[in-house]
């Protein structure tokens, strides 16, 4: 279910403790387009660090690339971006506020899944140990029947797109009777297909200059040098060519923070495989991208695994990781097996022989790929929000803590000194000269100590080591956790081994 409130703190909290700003906020912003601040770089580099290592640096099948964002035109007409990367849009007349239809008519879906969910939670409290939450939805009648009524929408909506027909998208909106949510008002225009691609010009001069586009996928970049990297690396299939970068659409819908932006970061890897093997890779897949979600600590139900209906013009099976943000469980994640439509497309288009010679079968085919692409930006919200809590303490204080996992933490450690004097803030910062190298620290000496943890529960720092006057005395310090706010006592050059635990990237 959604949580505006959560959400709305969230965002605040993004903004107050230097994680994410508002692009060009001296100018009144830049909708849909967010800058990264000094905590919000150090964790999204660190997520980064998490999926390169776990895909590159684990897998001795995969390898990594950078390709340039700007690519040659003929990319996009191969891969069908330029004729089938469009989205249905929708005015409202009233609010002069425009939608993408589909999301209007997803939405409406969602609303009723709300009752389901609501339906299920009664149940669950008037049965108690003894409800079967299965028997439950397939055989009370109002939950049927809303579970009928959503097929039936979806039915309609995904056929009016896959054959492009506009009208009847339009007539689906007017037949639910969705209003829209700003003016509260069911005056709509027509719906009108739209481009998702930024396009600009190469060139110095308007004759000589050519239009080509900001990618909207990091997966094309692959594609393309699918032979210069199997060539050169070697690989034998099954193998995998991962990339992180920049993508950018044109989003209509962009009123969702981070969630959708017009300029955002993917982690995408393409899996080559042996054409038949691609439903068994797709499977492996599921579940090697599972692993690494739930090994950062957030719990099982915080995702949901969702089977596309309709499928892209590219893929012959997709699922979407769906995480429950703030607002609502939506797609963190997705994982297609994407056929040999790409590698086929370009060969066709460049006239360049895309193939692989499979010494074992003595063949030479276009491979079938298995795609897993994650958004970024999308991995940061989840982090953040799910990380985001309030807590009234024992003494009857409250604290706003980030359980960021702390291998993801902006800062690892930070160092104080009990007070300002005494020598404590030169031994607090030999200290962090000897643990700066191995581990993102942070030295503060102003306001009370009480305060100073609070503001790195507020950036999630797992560790404060404070030193205080018996510091100088035996070499030892406290170091706070941040979760349990317990603190021990220990020793200088014990400090690596302790934290160094907890910090450890999983595997
Ligand atoms: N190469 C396949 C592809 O691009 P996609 O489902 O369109 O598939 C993959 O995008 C992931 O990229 C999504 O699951 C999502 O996490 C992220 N993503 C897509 N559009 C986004 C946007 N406008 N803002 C932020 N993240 C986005």
């Known amino acids: 279910m959604p949580n505006d409130d959560l959400f709305k703190k969230v965002i605040a909290h993004a903004k107050e403790y230097g994680f994410i700003f508002q692009s060009s906020e001296v100018y009144d912003g830049l909708s849909a387009v967010y800058d990264y601040g000094q905590n919000g770089a150090e964790l999204k580099n660190n997520i980064k660090d998490y999926w390169w290592k776990s895909m590159v640096q684990y897998h001795e099948n995969i390898v990594g690339i950078d390709a340039a964002i700007f690519m040659h035109p003929a990319v996009w007409k191969a891969s069908g971006h330029v004729d089938a990367f469009n989205d249905p849009l929708i005015d409202n007349k009233d609010s002069k506020k425009r939608y993408r239809a589909d999301v209007l008519v997803e ?49 309609s909506l995904y056929k ?18 969705i209003v829209c949510p700003i003016s509260g008002t069911r005056n709509w225009t027509d719906v009108r297909q739209f481009n998702l691609m930024f396009a600009t010009q190469l060139g110095s001069t308007a004759e000589g200059a050519s239009t080509i586009y ?85 719990p099982g139900d915080q995702y949901r695994l969702y089977e596309h209906e309709k499928l892209a013009h590219y893929a012959n099976a997709a699922f979407d990781v769906e995480f429950n943000f703030p607002i609502g469980f939506k797609e963190l994640e997705g994982i297609h097996s ?82 300002n004097k005494d020598g404590l803030p030169d031994k607090s910062k030999e200290i962090m000269d000897t643990l700066k190298y191995d581990f993102m620290c942070h030295y503060e000496e102003k306001d009370s100590i009480g305060k100073r943890y609070r503001r790195h529960d507020a950036i999630g720092t797992p560790y404060c080591i404070t030193v205080d006057h018996q510091t100088l005395e035996d070499n030892t310090v406290t170091i706070r956790e941040r979760d349990s706010m317990k603190q021990d006592r220990v020793a200088i050059d014990q400090i690596p081994e302790v934290v160094k635990e907890k910090l450890r990237m999983p595997r």
């Open 107 to 155: 939405d409406h879906c969602a609303k009723i899944e709300g009752k389901i969910e609501k339906e299920v939670k009664k149940a669950a409290k008037r049965f108690g140990d003894k409800f079967d939450e299965k028997q439950f939805i397939t055989t009370n009648p109002r939950v049927v029947g809303y579970n009928e009524k959503i097929g039936e929408i979806k039915d």
């Open 160 to 177: 009016a797109m896959d054959n492009e027909d506009l009208p009847a998208i339009k007539q689906l909106i007017e037949d639910l009777e």
């Open 214 to 298: 900001l990618r909207p996928e990091t997966a094309q970049g692959i594609f393309v040098n699918y032979l210069n990297v199997q060539k050169t690396s070697r690989m034998k299939l099954p193998f995998g060519i991962a990339q992180i970068g920049k993508a950018f659409r044109n989003e209509i819908v962009a009123r969702q923070f981070i969630f959708r932006m017009r300029e955002f970061e993917q982690m995408e890897m393409q899996f080559f495989v042996r054409p038949g093997t691609e439903k068994e890779w797709f499977e492996y897949w599921k579940e090697e991208r599972m692993k690494w979600h739930f090994n950062m600590g957030i």
């Open 338 to 419: 994407r056929t040999n439509f790409d590698l086929s497309a370009h060969q066709e288009h460049s006239g360049r022989k895309i193939q692989y010679f499979d010494p074992e079968t003595k063949e030479s085919y276009v491979p079938f790929v298995v795609e897993t692409s994650i958004g970024l930006d999308r991995t940061f919200l989840a982090v953040l929000s799910y990380a985001y809590q309030e807590e009234k303490l024992e003494d009857g204080s409250e604290r706003t803590v980030m359980r960021i996992p702390p291998f993801l933490a902006p800062i690892k450690v930070a160092v104080f000194p009990l007070v």
